[in-house]
């Protein structure tokens, strides 16, 4: 996945942004699962919860402008059928 056998070479070709959504969800699902079921009993178990929190609110913001970048997408192929459209009504 990503990468690609050219003759003897690979070259690598990043994934397609559904991928890295699923990817994303998957690690989002995960890193919930350990901070709501972490038990603590000791500080550095702490600071290993404290981490998956970070991680969980870093991922959260990338799953976030993804979204955002894919709706602008999809806003920005409607407005261009709508304009075509335009243009061939006022003819």
Not at 82 to 88: A, I, T, Y
């Amino acid at each position: 996945m990503g990468e690609e056998s050219v003759g003897s070479q690979r070259s690598y070709s990043p994934p397609h942004r559904a991928e890295i959504i699923r990817r994303i969800e998957i690690c989002l699902d995960e890193a919930l699962r350990k901070v709501e079921s972490g038990r603590v009993y000791d500080e550095s178990k702490e600071r290993v919860r404290i981490k998956w929190i970070k991680s969980v609110g870093y991922l959260a913001d990338i799953y976030r402008k993804l979204m955002k970048d894919q709706e602008i997408e999809e806003l920005e192929g409607r407005l261009e059928l709508l304009e075509k459209m335009n243009e061939v009504n006022s003819k």
